[in-house]
């Protein structure tokens, strides 16, 4: 019986730190924010709905603006928002940052938004 009960904890707490991370839309913007800041969108081309094009122009000036925040410390998911739009509050080091996600009808990014706290 004892071997159940360690079972039964074990799931129990393995239930509770799942329920604790951050939602896809949350990690979504975690990961363009992380990309801009370091002037690359490679690491999220994969994200973007189709014949969305981000230029070196506007990845650049995010990157300028974003970097020098520091390290990204929380993305948290905020409601209530405009319909179809994911809206976040974003924690950096020395700034936090309100950010908006527009997504198609697959999950994939059609605009990105941010701007200071």
Not at 29 to 49: E, H, K
């Amino acid at each position: 019986m004892k071997p159940m009960r360690l079972a039964i904890a074990a799931c129990a707490a393995l239930a509770l730190v799942s329920c604790g991370g951050e939602n896809r839309y949350e990690r979504l913007a975690d990961r363009i924010t992380r990309a801009m800041q370091n002037n690359s969108i490679a690491p999220v081309r994969s994200d973007l709905a189709k014949g969305i094009n981000i230029d070196r122009v506007r990845v650049a000036e995010a990157a300028d603006a974003l970097a020098p925040l520091g390290k990204i410390e929380s993305v948290k998911e905020v409601k209530p928002c405009d319909p179809g739009v994911h809206c976040f509050i974003v924690k950096f080091q020395k700034a936090t940052y309100r950010e908006k996600l527009r997504l198609d009808e697959n999950g994939k990014i059609v605009a990105w938004r941010y701007s200071p706290e």
